[in-house]
C-alpha cells in the first residue's frame, strides 16, 4: 500500500468519526519581527490602565453560583481539588449546575 493510499484511508476513518481535517497558517514565533511585535503588545497592556474597567464589566455581566458541597458536586474529594492545593480540608468548592447531581 502506497503512502497516498494509507493517508486516503486515514482520512476516511477520521470522517466516519466525526472529524474534518482543517489546515491554519499560523504565524512563526520563533522570528525576531513575532519576538518584537509580541514585547511591544505586552508593554502596551501593562501600561494600559484599564484593569479597572475589565472587571466592572466583568462584575456586572457575571452570576453568583451557588455554593455547593463537593458530594453534591459529584467531583474529587475536597483535599484532591484545586482550591485546596492537596491539602485536607472541609471546606465548599463551587460548582456548575451541570455538574450537580
Known amino acids: 500500500m ?3 493510499d494509507s493517508v486516503a484511508r486515514h482520512r476516511i476513518a477520521m470522517r466516519q468519526r466525526g472529524f474534518r481535517q482543517m489546515q ?9 519581527e513575532f519576538k518584537r511585535e509580541a514585547q511591544r503588545q ?4 501593562a501600561a494600559a490602565d484599564r484593569a479597572g474597567d475589565d472587571q466592572d464589566f ?3 455581566i ?4 451557588p455554593e455547593r458541597t463537593v458530594a453534591s458536586c459529584g467531583r474529587y474529594p475536597a ?5 485546596n492545593h ?4 472541609s471546606s465548599k468548592m463551587t460548582c456548575l449546575p451541570s455538574q450537580s447531581r
Open 58 to 60: 466583568i462584575e456586572q
Open 86 to 89: 492537596g491539602r485536607h480540608s
Open 24 to 32: 491554519m497558517w499560523v504565524p512563526d514565533a520563533r522570528t525576531e
Open 62 to 65: 457575571s452570576e453568583d453560583w
Open 2 to 4: 502506497s503512502v497516498r
Open 79 to 83: 483535599e484532591l481539588t484545586p482550591r
Open 42 to 45: 505586552a508593554q502596551a497592556v
